[in-house]
């Protein structure tokens, strides 16, 4: 048991400093520094991920490696959490923050930037947005221009993909957060000069809607009881 701990802590450190040398690591980097086949090195990171120890930040595109990194040294994800809808041809982005400030920068300026979007409301964390599927380009750029905007809302596959194009602080979040938030499946970025555009894959969930009416009665309240469970759960 110890040789096993003294190796676990071997590998943490070294997948600890190439996160902080690189901002990722590799199976090949990492089985290349310590002389240990690929396929062990392999299993370790799978256990790390799911000890939470680990986090995948890239799956492996055809001969590109998979990029992983250590989470104890990666900043704290501003995004919480991240779900879609779809009715039809309607889509709905729900979007927790960890904070109003981060909730309200988003809301500006989304709502400044328009483009896939037909509606931005915010509720504390909790940013709501409803779009229509297609693509719709956005001028990003610095003050007075919008610093992110939705570009594209997709369905396929049972998926949504949103496709987003930003600068400054909203491209770190693209690029280094949204990927860590609750409910994505995936995300992909690239650079165009100063701008970064990416996508961002969520599943495809139904839109499900309670409505609250006067037919309750003192020993009858199936709607406000469906409606509360439906809130907790």
Known sequence: MSRVLERRKQL????????LDNGYFTVAGIAEAT????????DWV????????VALLEEQRGRHAARYVAS???????????????????VEIYHECMSGGCAAFCEFHHARAGGALQ?????GTLLRERAHLGRQEVAVGLDPAPAVGIIGVF???GRIRQQIRC????????TDMMSFAEGVCGVTVHREGPLVEGEVVTR???YVAIGIDDTDTAAEGATFALALALLQH
């Open 12 to 19: 943490m450190r070294l997948m600890r400093q190439a996160t």
């Open 35 to 42: 002389g240990i086949p690929r396929s062990t090195i392999q």
């Open 46 to 53: 799978n256990r790390l991920i799911e000890e939470g120890c």
């Open 72 to 90: 104890s040294v990666m900043p704290e994800s501003a995004c919480r959490r991240v779900f879609t809808t779809i009715d039809g041809e309607e």
């Open 119 to 123: 509606s931005v409301w915010r509720d």
């Open 155 to 157: 369905h396929e596959d």
């Open 167 to 174: 600068i400054g602080g909203p491209a770190y979040s693209l």
């Open 204 to 206: 495809a969930l139904a």
